[in-house]
Structures are given as C-alpha cells and as structure tokens.
C-alpha cells in the first residue's frame, strides 16, 4: 500500500480550492462569465421617478468599465437635481450580490426610487418630514453609499430578507412606502 504524503500546504490548498468551488456555486457569488472567460458584473435598474432605464455592465475581462460605472452613477444621480456622484463600488457589488441570492437574472432589473442624493435634496426632504420622516441628517445617500430599491415581481419581505442575511451594511424596511433601502455603511436595521 502506497502512501501519499500531501504535506500541509497542499492539504491546505486543496481545502481553499474545494472552498472556492463550494461558494462558486452559491446564488450570492453568481456571475455572468464573459466570452474570455473572465466574470462580468452589471446591473440593470429603471428610475421610478424618470422612467430612465439603465444595463450596464461595471466590471469586465479587463477589470473596472468605467464607461459602465459612469452609466450607473448617472442612473443613481439625484434625479430632482440632476446632481451626480461617483457610487460606492461596494454598493454596486451589493446591488449585484442581492439580486444573485434573490435567484434572479443579471438583466433582471431593480426598481430604483431612491440613489445618490444631494446635501440640498437630503436637508428638504428632511424638513418636509419633519422628526419622523425616515431621513437621516447624515445619509448614507449624500455618500453614495446607500440605495431605495424594489424587485418588481419579488415580495419586500423577502428582498429585506435577503439584504439582512448578506450582513454588508445597513438595511431599512418601508413596506408601506414600498420599498428596502440598503447601504454599504455600519450594520444595522431599521
């Protein structure tokens, strides 16, 4: 009888590599793979404020598309100002992320109600509110960290759900507004 000496790196590799493949095949690592090869990463949301739509892939064969970024941070502009903001790259790896736990296409498109926001837009809608309006003084959405967003065809309940076990960030419920707002920002819920 033969015996195989693996050593520890090698058993220790092997273990990464049957890791790696284990979490490959989970929904919340699911990636398109490009023609190379190599994984792409998009995102596909339509404002429901302008009804603009946006697909655009963020991430390619050869790394960050920037024209890709630059179409989603136009997308998640403030739509009252028309204002832009570079997003948080975390934000749209979570974006993506969701919507691979949710089981859902790439193309499969968030409804967007709320992206960037501008200092201005943030301190009206606050005072509108008054005390109890849900806007925090210090928005994860003037950082463009933070998202409003609903999956049409997709319960609330299980988009928060969904938002919540990934553990990345804030997670606020507002089922009577109709939407989940989610945010690369310290963990907490709401």
Do not use: C
Not at 160 to 177: K, S
Request: glycine residues 14%; charged residues 25%; positive net charge.
């Amino acid at each position: 009888m033969a015996v195989i000496d693996l050593g520890r790196r090698r058993l220790l590799g092997g273990a990464m590599v049957f890791g790696g493949a284990m979490l490959a095949g989970t929904p919340a690592f699911a990636e398109t793979m490009t023609a190379t090869g190599a994984a792409e990463r998009r995102l596909a949301f339509r404002n429901v404020h302008t009804n603009e739509r946006v697909d655009a892939r963020y991430y390619g064969p050869s790394g960050l598309d920037h024209q890709g970024i630059a179409e989603i941070n136009h997308g998640l502009r403030d739509w009252r100002t028309g204002q832009t903001h570079v997003m948080d790259q975390d934000l749209l790896d979570l974006l993506g992320d969701l919507r691979d736990r949710l089981g859902l296409a790439p193309r499969r498109g968030f409804d967007l109600i709320s992206g960037y926001r501008s200092p201005e837009t943030n301190g009206r809608l606050k005072e509108r509110g008054g005390a109890h309006s849900g806007v925090a003084g210090k928005s994860q959405h003037m950082l463009g960290k933070a998202t409003d967003i609903a999956m049409p065809g997709v319960p609330l309940a299980t988009l928060r759900a969904a938002a919540y076990t990934m553990r990345r960030g804030g997670v606020g419920y507002y089922p009577r507004d109709g939407f989940v707002h989610v945010d690369t920002g310290p963990l907490r819920t709401w």
